[in-house]
């Protein structure tokens, strides 16, 4: 039997946070192109080699900027399933940790495009991991309370559906 789930009025902010966070990989693909063409590397070509970062600096920097791109959008499509899926039951909390992943992933490629891939964690950085846990753990509570609304759904149809059937039992029995 299919389901309709009611989305809060507040799920509007998850949909901003999620929309406004498709800016960020933009911002990181141009300042990847900028740092190219500081760089000189040629496409296609998606990194310097470890011998041109050792000759010059701006390479091992644009190898540091393409990494920081890299690592979001291999972060990204986890990022936007939790926090619309956190967001169905906790909106307000999926947005405040969907902001605060953003910052997060803001800060990490900051620190990474320093050239100093060691630093990429420094400082608050590490709050994305925090937020993204936050989003996970929404997301599990927000599937097991789905689940668990459509167990109690269909134990309640089944139990319609017997009741249906002795009834529909006596009537033919009393018209026998």
Same mark, same amino acid.
């Given at each position: 039997?299919p ?26 693909? !141009? ?13 296609? &070509? ?13 390479? $091992? ?7 920081? &791109?890299? #690592? ?7 990022? $936007?399933? $939790? ?10 909390i ?36 925090? !937020? ?30 017997? #009741?249906i ?12």
């Open positions: 039997m389901g309709l789930i009611t989305l809060l009025p507040e799920f509007g902010y998850v949909i901003a946070v999620g929309t406004l966070s498709t800016i960020f990989p933009v911002i990181l693909g !141009s300042q990847v192109g900028a740092a190219r063409k500081r760089a000189g590397v040629p496409y296609p &070509h998606m990194y310097a080699t470890q011998l041109e970062c050792a000759n010059d600096k701006n390479k $091992l920097v644009f190898n540091c900027y393409q990494r920081a &791109h890299q #690592n979001f959008l291999e972060n990204y499509p986890q990022f $936007l399933f $939790l926090l619309t899926v956190s967001g169905i039951k906790y909106p307000v999926a947005s405040v940790a969907g902001v605060t992943w953003v910052v997060g992933r803001m800060l990490y490629a900051s620190n990474y495009q320093s050239g100093d891939p060691s630093k990429r964690n420094g400082g608050v950085a590490w709050i994305h991991l925090a !937020s993204l846990l936050t989003l996970i753990v929404l997301g599990v509570s927000t599937g097991v309370s789905l689940s668990w609304a459509a167990l109690l759904i269909d134990f309640v149809m089944m139990i319609d559906t017997q #009741n059937q002795v009834q529909r039992q006596l009537i033919n029995y009393s018209v026998t």
